[in-house]
């Protein structure tokens, strides 16, 4: 079966500038999470989705967001980009909670100019 | 929260050679995955092992939940084996990448 999509997967975009990616999980699986790939900080938990309800949120300012639609594709948002938001971002889906295996679509590349 | 630890942070080797990776957590998890990033960034999933031993192909893995570490084990290794090596574990709240272990395997 088709694996996690995002896109798109590569993205430019300048300071103070909104960003939006999406993320369209495997057949089936009801949750989705978003994590952010920097070489400084590694990878960090941004937020996970299950059911259209937020479920967990890392530690990250209010500017970034994100939803969830009735079929599991999510969006997330952010916005008044700063240089520092320039990263990979890369969003897993499950089964269940994060306790199944999560399974991780290719990323989006976003560099901030 | 949870800290996972891996070691070497680096590791060069000649192809063919075998490798162990160790991936050390402070608490007890919900689940433990290994990945394979690859040179374009993708996150490929390796072993989804909690606890036990799996085996698939030269890979294999093992937990070891009541001392709180996996191991992961290379043999044979070849180039395309290269790239950065994750383990991340699931404590019932967050799940926690380790650091890595970069792996560079030489022809």
């Known amino acids: 079966k088709a694996g996690v999509t995002q896109t798109p997967r590569y993205l430019i975009k300048t300071r103070g500038q909104q960003v939006t990616l999406s993320c369209s999980p495997i057949s089936g699986h009801r949750s989705v999470s978003w994590y952010q790939q920097t070489p400084g900080q590694g990878l960090q938990f941004l937020f996970e989705?299950?059911?259209?309800?937020?479920?967990n949120k890392g530690n990250f300012p209010g500017r970034f967001s994100g939803r969830q639609f009735s079929n599991s594709r999510s969006e997330m948002n952010v916005s008044t980009l700063e240089l520092g938001d320039s990263a990979l971002y890369l969003c897993?889906?499950?089964?269940?909670?994060?306790?199944?295996?999560?399974?991780f679509g290719p990323g989006t590349r976003l560099t901030v100019t | 929260g949870i800290q996972v630890e891996q070691s070497p942070p680096d590791l060069i080797l000649q192809e063919g050679a075998n490798s162990t990776l160790r991936c050390n957590f402070s608490d007890s998890v919900n689940n433990l995955q290994w990945f394979h990033q690859n040179p374009w960034g993708q996150l490929i999933n390796l072993f989804y092992?909690?606890?036990g031993t799996k085996q698939n192909g030269r890979l294999s893995a093992t937990t070891v939940a009541t001392e709180r570490y996996s191991l992961l084990y290379i043999s044979s290794s070849q180039t395309t084996d290269s790239g950065v090596y994750f383990c991340a574990v699931y404590d019932g709240q967050n799940f926690v990448f380790g650091p890595g272990t970069r792996l560079s395997v030489l022809p």
């Open positions: 092992i909690p606890s």
């Open positions: 897993a889906s499950s089964f269940g909670d994060r306790a199944y295996e999560q399974y």
């Open positions: 989705y299950f059911s259209e309800t937020q479920r």
